[in-house]
């Protein structure tokens, strides 16, 4: 079924995979997931799946890529994809439904990329690894703020120096970064 399977890698760990199944997990604790070469799930529902969680359910230590460097990483063509992390996934096909009465907890999900996994903001975390998106944003903004000093910089050597940078109209031009 190539809704399940795009591409056989022999790398990825599942910690609980669900598939074509129907019922409830009610109190799970998945641990101690680890991939050397791809990536990780600790809990996965795919195709043909409706599954009701509840209760308490913890997903720890969920690795992907462990054996890998970030230059391997970074060179990885198809089928190898780059190692996903994932505490709980729902795959094309599969349906979850979480309790709002449960409490599910997840920690230490560590990869070179990660799922938009299905817990809610408001379920508790802790040490969850952040998102790509949350990454990119962040180098975005420390690049932006290096600009910045490096600019105030520039404008605070130029003040103190008193220097004028003029054209041929005897026109005062201001400094441009």
Same mark, same amino acid.
């Given at each position: 079924?190539?809704?399940?399977?795009?591409g056989y890698t022999g790398?990825?760990?599942?910690?609980?995979?669900?598939?074509?199944?129907?019922?409830?997990?009610?109190?799970?604790?998945?641990?101690?997931?680890?991939?050397?070469? +791809?990536?990780? $799930?600790?809990?996965? =529902?795919?195709?043909? @799946?409706?599954? #009701?969680? %509840?209760?308490?359910?913890? /997903?720890?230590?969920?690795?992907?890529?462990?054996?890998?460097?970030?230059?391997?990483?970074?060179?990885?063509?198809?089928?190898?994809?780059?190692?996903?992390?994932?505490?709980?996934?729902?795959?094309?096909?599969?349906?979850?439904?979480?309790?709002?009465?449960?409490?599910?907890?997840?920690?230490?999900?560590? +990869?070179?990329? $990660?799922?938009?996994? =299905?817990?809610?903001? @408001?379920?508790? #975390?802790? %040490?969850?690894?952040?998102? /790509?998106?949350?990454?990119?944003?962040?180098?975005?903004?420390?690049?932006?703020?290096?600009?910045?000093?490096?600019?105030?910089?520039?404008?605070?050597?130029?003040?103190?120096?008193?220097?004028?940078?003029?054209?041929?109209?005897?026109?005062?031009?201001?400094?441009?970064?």
């Amino acid at each position: 079924d190539q809704d399940i399977q795009s591409g056989y890698t022999g790398t990825r760990a599942h910690g609980m995979l669900i598939d074509y199944a129907s019922g409830t997990v009610d109190g799970a604790v998945i641990d101690a997931i680890e991939s050397h070469y +791809g990536s990780s $799930w600790g809990l996965i =529902v795919y195709k043909g @799946s409706d599954i #009701r969680l %509840q209760g308490e359910v913890a /997903v720890t230590n969920v690795y992907a890529g462990t054996q890998l460097s970030e230059e391997s990483v970074r060179v990885l063509k198809a089928p190898n994809f780059r190692p996903q992390s994932c505490a709980i996934d729902v795959g094309i096909g599969g349906q979850m439904v979480i309790d709002e009465d449960s409490n599910v907890m997840r920690d230490n999900i560590i +990869g070179y990329e $990660w799922c938009e996994d =299905v817990l809610s903001a @408001s379920m508790p #975390r802790s %040490q969850h690894a952040l998102s /790509v998106a949350t990454t990119t944003a962040m180098c975005i903004c420390a690049v932006l703020l290096c600009l910045i000093v490096f600019y105030l910089q520039c404008v605070s050597v130029h003040e103190r120096k008193g220097v004028e940078h003029s054209n041929l109209n005897g026109e005062t031009t201001p400094l441009l970064l």
